[in-house]
Nanobody, 121 residues
Framework: QVQVVESGGGLVQPGGSLRLSCLAS????????MGWYRQAPGNQRELVAR???????NYTDSVKGRFTISRDNAKKMVYLQMNSLKPEDTAVYYC???????????????WGQGTQVTVSA
């Protein structure tokens, strides 16, 4: 079984910063892509940033230049540094990890429970 746990959300003023962390644990042979998604009330879940095992990164346009995704393969962790936060960044942020649990099996998607980020004065 694979567990994915996020941490680091909270309330921050506009222009402030937060750092989200995500740890994958359990029966993991290897991890493929890792990413962060978010879902605001009334909206669909959207990709924020995604990083491949070799460090290739994809950001949604609205966060480019403000957010930075990184990963530590040895620790099975992915991070999201969020700077210059705006009220429109308010959402529940979810960690997504593609995990291979044994040889010859395709990666499975695993999600964390989400962490609330609120940007408000």
């Amino acid at each position: 079984q694979v567990q994915v746990v996020e941490s680091g959300g909270g309330l921050v003023q506009p222009g402030g910063s937060l750092r989200l962390s995500c740890l994958a644990s359990g029966r993991i042979l290897s991890i493929v892509d890792m990413g962060w998604y978010r879902q605001a009330p009334g909206n669909q879940r959207e990709l924020v940033a995604r990083i491949t095992p070799d460090g290739s990164i994809n950001y949604t346009d609205s966060v480019k230049g403000r957010f930075t995704i990184s990963r530590d393969n040895a620790k099975k962790m992915v991070y999201l540094q969020m700077n210059s936060l705006k009220p429109e960044d308010t959402a529940v942020y979810y960690c997504n990890v593609e995990v291979v649990v044994r040889l010859g099996v395709r990666p499975d998607d695993h999600w964390g429970q989400g962490t609330q980020v609120t940007v408000s004065a």
